[in-house]
């Protein structure tokens, strides 16, 4: 499972880029970030208003691999909830990467290669929200409703007049949306450019050919851009830069 530390790494890889900073190591920023963790809770007596969780027990290491996301979004905080995110770019990969160099890639790919966005400048990361999914238990099922809302993100394939399509929703997405299973698995298929429509006592997945589906897990976890500034004012200050 995805750490703090990780959204936060892919802040310090983006900051660095972008404006020349300094950028730390995977191992220094998950080192640095269970220091920082003590120190709060030790100044503050637990009521740090911090709203991550150390590194610790059921973490990915940063020597292990992984399938994975980076999604960057723009907080807007004078808006609810629900509405307060949105999606500034999202790219990530089913093969399995190593942590540090796939979270680096996948960090700037996202923020900088999503073509259906600008790229991310400098002056837009104190407005950001980045996410780390790290995804697991990949899983063919025959059925396209066969999975949870909230828990299984969705893979999908399949071929229409010829022609291939295919196209993928994080575990997050249909709980954030507020969408049905059925209502999810078409708007993948739109997603991925199938432009058809359902005869009468038809679902959209059995007007097309060779349907695939996978179903898959993984839990975002993610820091705002003020929580990255004052983990690094601290690491700066530690380290009397």
């Given at each position: ?7 936060l790494?892919c802040?310090d890889v ?9 950028q730390?190591?995977l ?6 970030y269970?220091q920082y963790?003590?120190s709060q ?6 009521n740090h ?8 027990n ?5 020597k292990s ?7 960057w979004?723009?907080l ?5 909830r629900?509405s ?12 399995a990467q ?10 700037l ?5 999503d073509h259906?966005?600008?790229p ?5 990361l ?5 996410d ?6 990949f899983e ?10 909230g ?5 999908i394939?399949f071929?229409?007049?010829g022609?291939r399509?295919?196209s993928t929703?994080?575990?997050q ?6 969408w049905?299973?059925?209502e999810?698995v078409e708007?993948?298929?739109r997603?991925a450019?199938w432009?058809?429509?359902a005869?009468?006592g038809?679902?959209p ?8 589906v ?8 993610g ?6 500034r004052e983990f690094?004012e601290w690491?700066d ?5």
């Open positions: 499972m995805a750490s703090p530390a990780h959204a790494y802040f983006l900051s660095a880029k972008l404006t020349g900073g300094k730390h190591t191992d220094q920023i998950e080192y640095l269970s963790l003590s809770n030790s100044n503050s007596n637990g208003n911090t709203h991550t969780t150390p590194t610790s059921g973490h990915a290491d940063s691999s992984h399938p994975m996301f980076i999604t979004n723009t807007h905080p004078h808006h609810s629900s307060s995110h949105r999606l500034r770019g999202c790219i990530g990969t089913f093969a190593p942590l540090p160099s796939g979270l680096s890639t996948y960090a790919t996202s923020a900088l290669e259906r966005f600008n991310i400048s400098a002056a837009e104190p407005s950001l929200h980045c780390v999914t790290l995804l697991t238990d063919d099922i025959d059925d396209p409703l066969d999975w949870e809302v828990v299984h993100g969705l893979r394939s071929h229409a007049r022609r399509y295919g929703y994080l575990p997405v249909a709980r954030e949306q507020g049905g299973r059925e999810t708007s993948l298929m997603k450019g432009s058809g429509k005869r009468k038809k679902r997945w059995e007007e097309v050919e060779d349907m695939k996978v179903r898959y897990q993984g839990r975002a976890v820091v705002e851009y003020e929580e990255w690094r690491v200050e530690r380290e009397g830069a």
